[in-house]
């Protein structure tokens, strides 16, 4: 009966004892890597803020980050290495999509099958307005390594080690999930027209898409993070006026 419980015992903790294993090599090998980055930057580590984007087409994720009260610089790029689907939010279980929206970083997953992963907080206020009764939104969307994607946003495993210990330690900091978000492609005049020129023919993904853009514009002016809503009624995403300008 001993030798049966201390089985079990090992048996329940390994897990954690991996996923932490996983998480200090990662340290070992990427924290004094992500500590110069920021050094370079110009900006303390780990940050008062830290702010995701990516953009589909471009297949680009940036890293910003900065003090709550000042603007955001840029830290670091990274290029995915896989994203499924095609233009366009994710509607449904299933289709392929990586969604297009305002999300948080709510879950971290040490023991992720595609090496370390972190999870979007999608379905939102916004997909679910948009849900067909009976229809399922799906879920389980990450940004992960290991180069495959069935509807997340993979990079590479070094990157994704990178990214892993930014959002981590940042969420230990400050207690608050980084948002990220994500966009069909840079939402300037060109972008848009581009957008138009694709799928002119589709209102409501061309409204959709609109209501992306005041988000994307904002940032662009003040390098802070725009504040979002969901309108209950037509649900559309809202931007809150930014009250002061880029410097």
């Known amino acids: 009966m001993r030798f049966l419980a201390i089985a079990l015992w090992v ?22 890597q992500v500590a110069a980055l920021f050094s370079k930057a110009g900006v303390a580590w780990p ?5 995701l984007r990516a953009f589909k087409h471009e297949r680009e994720l940036e890293v910003w980050a900065g003090t709550r009260a000042g603007p955001l610089v840029k830290v670091r790029t990274y290029p995915f290495c896989a994203a499924s689907g ?27 099958s595609y090496h370390l992963s ?9 997909d679910r307005f948009h ?23 993979a990079i590479e495993d070094g990157p994704i080690e990178e990214l892993y210990l930014m959002t981590l330690d940042t969420r230990a900091k400050t207690r608050r999930d980084v948002p990220i978000h994500i966009f069909p492609r840079r939402l300037d005049a060109a972008g ?11 209102a409501p ?6 209501s992306l853009q005041p988000a994307y514009l904002q940032f662009e002016e003040t390098r802070r993070v725009p504040a979002t809503s969901v309108d209950r009624k037509t649900g559309r995403y809202l931007v809150k006026p930014a009250r002061t300008a880029r410097r």
């Not at 390994?14 to 990662?26: F, G, I, K, N, T």
């Not at 940050?47 to 702010?51: A, G, H, N, R, V």
């Not at 972190?118 to 916004?126: D, G, I, L, Q, T």
């Not at 849900?131 to 946003?153: E, K, N």
Request: aromatic share 8%; net charge neutral.
């Open 11 to 32: 048996f329940l903790l390994a897990p954690a004892s991996h996923a932490a294993d996983r998480v200090a090599a990662a340290r070992k090998a990427r924290e004094k």
């Open 47 to 51: 940050p008062e803020q830290l702010y």
């Open 86 to 112: 095609e233009l366009g939010p994710k509607r449904r279980q299933g289709d392929l999509q990586v969604p297009e929206g305002f999300y948080t970083i709510d879950l971290f997953n040490p023991m992720s």
């Open 118 to 126: 972190m999870r979007v907080s999608y379905p939102n206020a916004a």
């Open 131 to 153: 849900q067909v009764a009976g229809v399922s939104l799906g879920g389980d969307i990450y940004v992960h390594g290991d180069c495959v994607s069935i509807g997340c946003i």
């Open 192 to 202: 848009m027209a581009a957008l138009a020129e694709r799928l002119a023919p589709d």
């Open 205 to 210: 993904l061309a409204a959709f898409w609109q």
